[in-house]
């Protein structure tokens, strides 16, 4: 998280585009009649893990974020946590390793590894054969449909179902969720574009919206600004997550077997 601003800043520089990186913080805002011993565990577990955050009374919750359900029960500040717009931050990315001689080739499905000696250098694509002194698998939830890779990215798809709004209420300023969902500002236009998500599905490679999904979104992101009941919906769409066995990202190189 501390090395972020500065990998945005190295792809805006090389790509000459911007991906909306809002610096501002985020907002956790807990409704439970168990909120304050809620609070006090997620500073806890966030200290421990190095993590400036803190408790916030809710006077200056909502002082800070107007716009805020005055049902919310506590509050905390975490003023290190950043935002930006996923789909600006893969066309700069694109563009940066374009701009950087990489060769991108579109469309293409991998088939299998290009293995030697204990060691991948390779993949074959689309009936072609590329090779590499380093092969990085980022394939998140798909990365599992490569027979080969399996056993080393056992992963699978966790959908997401999100909603894009237009909001004429009172602005937010930074990152709000809860237990339920999240608010996520765009920019500071009126009307605000907010994107609000997201559910936690076991629906397979089913890229499919559906009323109940995101009504369970509006519903979590209504009860965290009531004002957005009067928003409009610019847009819905959903993503597949990737998920492991232990929940926890994959990094590292692969011992490769036989």
Known sequence: MALYPEFVAAIEADSDRTVGLRRTGAM?????????????TLVALHHGLGLRTEALPLDEALEMESALSRHAQAAALLPEECALDSRALTDAVLAAAVARDAEVCAGVEVESFVQSAGRIEGVVAGGRRFTAAHVILAAGAFSSRLAAAR??????????QMVALGSSAPPIHRVLRSTRGY???????????LVAGSTLENAGYEKRVTPEGIARVLAAAQE????????EIIETWCGLRPDTPDHLPILGRPILKA
Do not use: C, K, N
């Open 28 to 40: 956790e805002i807990l409704f439970s009649s168990d909120a304050a011993r809620e609070l006090s």
């Open 151 to 160: 056993r080393y990215a056992p992963t699978r798809p966790v959908r997401g």
């Open 183 to 193: 608010i996520v500002p765009r920019d500071d236009a009126r009307p605000q574009r």
């Open 224 to 231: 965290i600004v009531p004002g957005l009941d009067a928003a």
